[in-house]
């Protein structure tokens, strides 16, 4: 097929998609006849749309990506490809030729983006056109071949009322929400992989009053923040050279600067745990962000580790104390083993003199309440 596209002249990246469909459909149409191959119509079709998938998109992952139930694509290898559906992970029919052919569809996502991936920079973060995060790991550090995880990117963000009614949260809860984001209190969304922390944050921050001024920052950018008063910032990696990197970090310490009245870090997880937290204590109050953790309390700990492997340097009391009071609730979320996605705990941080990490529990899903817990009581 680009044998013939090189004899008509064609040029793939000028030319529109419809008369491409229409090109490759009629040359594998005469194909199939000269060959005498015996293939029915349907077939036919999905030859032609497999084809031109090839030649102008993703090859075997754009029926996935088109996919709107599908939230992650995991490739393993040519042949062991899974998809998530509901949270539930399961194999999916797809499949490619060898690892050459996957190799060749990752070059592909990553060519408008001038990023390289080979033997001495063997792993590469990009973005799809759409949004969707694009991680790939290549062999010698990948043992059985490349690797490809995607996450997709939705338009489609489940609102309040849709949380409520597929059982994510209780009204309560909602509203218990609702009340900690008007009320300007610093909030940090926690939960595992997958249990929708985008989703929660960008849910919450659609309460944020109207006359607020907000600076985003994101590694990828995700949040879709319905706000007249919106500033987005997203880090950089390093280029070729290795220089030219913009950190998380670097993003807070000059999001400080551009007067905003809440500050939104997509998801901490290295210095710029240290820049939020003061800025949470000095006045930006109703600032939020994402951590990956198993509990609120993992969740403090994980902060305490950040704090100290990135060179804040203070006694175990003051960086308590410094957590205890910048934080003032922790939202956790849980997914359960049938993939449903819901908020386990809020919880609202008391700090006092002898213990900066005390917590009170706003709300707890029934899911996960103990019916022989009697609070201590006999």
Do not use: W
Request: hydrophobic share 40%; charged share 25%.
């Amino acid at each position: 097929m680009i044998d013939r596209l090189d004899e008509e002249g064609i040029e793939v990246e000028l030319t529109e998609r419809g008369q491409l469909e229409n090109f490759v459909r009629a040359n594998v149409t005469q194909y199939i006849a000269s060959q005498r191959i015996p293939l029915a119509t349907a077939d036919q079709i999905m030859l032609a749309r497999e084809t031109l998938d090839e030649i102008v998109g993703y090859g075997p992952l754009e029926p996935l990506l088109a996919d709107d139930q599908i939230n992650d694509i995991l490739v393993n290898g040519p042949t062991s490809i899974f998809v998530e559906v509901a949270g539930v992970l399961q194999k999916a029919q797809t499949r490619f030729i060898d690892d050459d052919h996957v190799m060749r569809i990752v070059r592909r996502i990553l060519a408008p983006l001038g990023r390289r991936l080979d033997e001495s920079s063997p792993m590469v973060d990009a973005r799809l056109p759409d949004g969707s995060r694009v991680n790939a790991i290549i062999p010698p550090i990948a043992l059985d071949g490349p690797s490809v995880s995607i996450r997709k990117f939705t338009q489609k963000h489940l609102s309040a009322t849709d949380l409520v009614n597929l059982g994510s949260m209780t009204r309560e809860c909602l509203e218990l929400l609702i009340g900690i984001v008007e009320e300007r209190r610093n909030l940090l969304v926690s939960g595992g992989t997958g249990t929708g922390k985008t989703t929660i944050l960008n849910m919450l921050s659609q309460f944020i009053p109207k006359d607020e001024r907000i600076v985003t920052i994101e590694d990828s950018a995700e949040l879709q923040l319905n706000h007249p008063h919106i500033v987005r910032l997203e880090t950089r990696p390093a280029n070729a050279e290795g220089t030219g990197r913009v950190s998380a970090r670097d993003l807070v310490v000059n999001a400080l600067r551009m007067r905003p009245d809440r500050v939104i870090v997509g998801e901490v997880r290295s210095g710029e745990i240290i820049e939020l937290l003061q800025a949470m204590n000095t006045g930006h109050e109703g600032s939020m962000s994402t951590i990956h953790a198993n509990s609120a309390k993992d969740a403090l700990i994980r902060i305490e580790t950040l704090l100290a492997v990135n060179g804040y340097d203070a006694s175990e009391r003051a960086i308590g104390r410094l957590i205890g009071s910048s934080l003032d609730v922790v939202v956790q979320l849980a997914r359960l083993p049938n993939g449903r996605r819901l908020v386990s705990e809020v919880v609202a941080m008391t700090p006092t003199q002898a213990n900066p990490y005390l917590m009170k529990t706003l709300y707890r899903a029934a899911e996960l309440v103990d019916p022989d817990d009697t609070g201590g009581q006999p």
